[in-house]
C-alpha cells in the first residue's frame, strides 16, 4: 500500500427504472448490495462517503464509518456525474475511488492492485479507469481531487455524460484483468445472472 490516501464515493442516486426496484437494497447472497459495496470501498479508503437523494431510504443498513452526503438534484434524472460533482467538492485527498452502488462482482484484491498504480499515473491524467469496447468504465475507477473545476464547467454547460467529459481529458488505463468485476446490475436478468454465478 502506498502513501496515496484515498476517499471513496459510492452513488446510490439512480432511478432504477429497469430493476423495478432500488438496486442498492437487491440482497446478493444475503447482503444489500449497497452495503456490500461500501464495506470493499472501506477496505479500500480512509474516508467513504454515500451520495444519494435519499439518505432516510439506507439509513438501516449496516454502513459504519460510511457519511451520507445528500445530493441535489439539479433535474429529474441527472445522472451519475452530477451526483459524484457534489461528493467530489466533500474530498479532501488527491485520490477519490468512485464506485457505482450496482457492482455485485467488486473485488478489494483488483481495487487495491489498482491503487497501488496511482503512483504511477501521469501528471496530466485526471483518471485512472478501466478501458472495454463501449468507452471508459467511469463507475469504478479513481479520479484526481483536482478534476472538479473541470468537471463543474462541464455540467455548466449542460454536459452529463461520463464518457464525453473524460473524451476532453487525459486518463490512464488500468488493466482488467478479471471482466466480470465491472459487471453491473440493471435489470432483473443481470440479477439472475449474479445468482447463477
Given at each position: 500500500?502506498?502513501?496515496?490516501?484515498?476517499?471513496?464515493?459510492?452513488?446510490?442516486?439512480?432511478?432504477?427504472?429497469?430493476?423495478?426496484?432500488?438496486?442498492?437494497?437487491?440482497?446478493?447472497?444475503?447482503?444489500?448490495?449497497l452495503?456490500?459495496?461500501?464495506?470493499?470501498?472501506?477496505?479500500?479508503?480512509?474516508?467513504?462517503?454515500?451520495?444519494?437523494?435519499?439518505?432516510?431510504?439506507?439509513?438501516?443498513?449496516?454502513?459504519?464509518?460510511?457519511?451520507?452526503?445528500?445530493?441535489?438534484p439539479?433535474?429529474?434524472?441527472?445522472?451519475?456525474?452530477?451526483?459524484?460533482?457534489?461528493?467530489?467538492?466533500?474530498?479532501?485527498?488527491d485520490?477519490?475511488?468512485?464506485?457505482?452502488?450496482?457492482?455485485?462482482?467488486?473485488?478489494?484484491?483488483?481495487?487495491?492492485?489498482?491503487i497501488?498504480?496511482?503512483?504511477?499515473?501521469?501528471?496530466?491524467?485526471?483518471?485512472?479507469?478501466?478501458?472495454?469496447?463501449?468507452?471508459?468504465e467511469?463507475?469504478?475507477?479513481?479520479?484526481?481531487?483536482?478534476?472538479?473545476?473541470?468537471?463543474?464547467?462541464?455540467?455548466?454547460?449542460?454536459?452529463?455524460?461520463?464518457?464525453?467529459?473524460?473524451?476532453?481529458?487525459?486518463?490512464?488505463?488500468?488493466?482488467?484483468?478479471?471482466?466480470?468485476?465491472?459487471?453491473?446490475?440493471?435489470?432483473?436478468?443481470?440479477?439472475?445472472?449474479?445468482?447463477?454465478?
Amino acid at each position: 500500500m502506498t502513501n496515496n490516501k484515498i476517499t471513496a464515493i459510492v452513488l446510490a442516486g439512480g432511478q432504477s427504472s429497469r430493476m423495478g426496484e432500488d438496486k442498492a437494497l437487491i440482497p446478493i447472497e444475503g447482503i444489500p448490495m449497497l452495503q456490500r459495496v461500501c464495506s470493499i470501498a472501506q477496505a479500500c479508503a480512509d474516508t467513504v462517503y454515500v451520495v444519494t437523494p435519499w439518505p432516510e431510504r439506507y439509513q438501516h443498513l449496516v454502513l459504519p464509518g460510511c457519511q451520507f452526503i445528500s445530493e441535489t438534484p439539479l433535474s429529474p434524472s441527472h445522472g451519475p456525474l452530477v451526483g459524484f460533482s457534489q461528493g467530489l467538492a466533500q474530498v479532501q485527498t488527491d485520490w477519490v475511488l468512485l464506485l457505482a452502488c450496482d457492482l455485485p462482482k467488486l473485488k478489494v484484491e483488483v481495487l487495491q492492485e489498482w491503487i497501488a498504480r496511482l503512483d504511477s499515473v501521469g501528471d496530466d491524467a485526471i483518471a485512472a479507469l478501466a478501458h472495454h469496447a463501449k468507452g471508459w468504465e467511469p463507475l469504478c475507477g479513481f479520479y484526481r481531487r483536482r478534476c472538479l473545476p473541470e468537471l463543474l464547467e462541464f455540467i455548466n454547460q449542460g454536459g452529463r455524460s461520463f464518457q464525453q467529459w473524460l473524451k476532453q481529458h487525459s486518463v490512464q488505463v488500468l488493466p482488467v484483468l478479471e471482466p466480470e468485476m465491472l459487471f453491473n446490475c440493471n435489470t432483473p436478468e443481470d440479477l439472475a445472472d449474479t445468482d447463477n454465478k
